[in-house]
């Protein structure tokens, strides 16, 4: 069940895995497989595909970015109830969903290849999708045990 305290550790958690995202998508990523990550860009190209509008780079920032701080951490939670794993698992398992979706699905809607070739911004990007899901999860249950200690 969905409480107000679960809600905001949802949002807690999404606004960590989010923020981490974005910053490994821009300074570690490119350190480690020599590409930044520009997930603003793929919403861009949905949003003219979808709507024949071009938007701004900040405008696909900030939809990426909450869809990832609110959607995504309450995609972890779905996948706990589905999957009745505890939630750093459930993190494990909604970030390569989400990266499936992200590289296998919506990359070709926009013209790019399926899972964009499987090369170094593909790899990079399962990196920052897992670690951002984990991240949330983990960041869950660090909230429910603290809530818990907190009540007791």
Do not use: D
Not at 23 to 52: C, E
Not at 70 to 93: E, K, P, Q
Not at 101 to 122: C, D, E, H, K, S
Not at 126 to 133: D, F, K, P, R, Y
């Amino acid at each position: 069940m969905l409480t107000s305290h679960t809600f905001r550790n949802l949002v807690i958690a999404g606004l960590a895995g989010e923020i981490s995202f974005e910053i490994y998508a821009w300074l570690i990523s490119p350190m480690l497989f020599g590409v930044a990550l520009g997930p603003a860009n793929l919403v861009i190209a949905l949003i003219k595909i979808g709507f024949g509008v071009t938007v701004p780079y900040w405008v696909g920032f900030i939809v990426h970015f909450t869809i990832g701080a609110i959607g995504f951490a309450g995609f972890v939670w779905v996948t706990h109830l589905v999957f009745r794993a505890n939630l750093i698992l459930s993190g494990v398992i909604a970030g390569f969903i989400l990266w499936f979706v992200a590289q296998g699905l919506l990359a070709p809607v926009i013209g790019r290849t399926f899972m964009m070739g499987f090369g170094a911004y593909t790899q990079s990007s399962l990196i920052g999708h897992v670690g951002m899901a984990t991240l949330m999860g983990y960041v869950m249950v660090a909230l429910q045990v603290r809530q818990t200690h907190t009540a007791a």
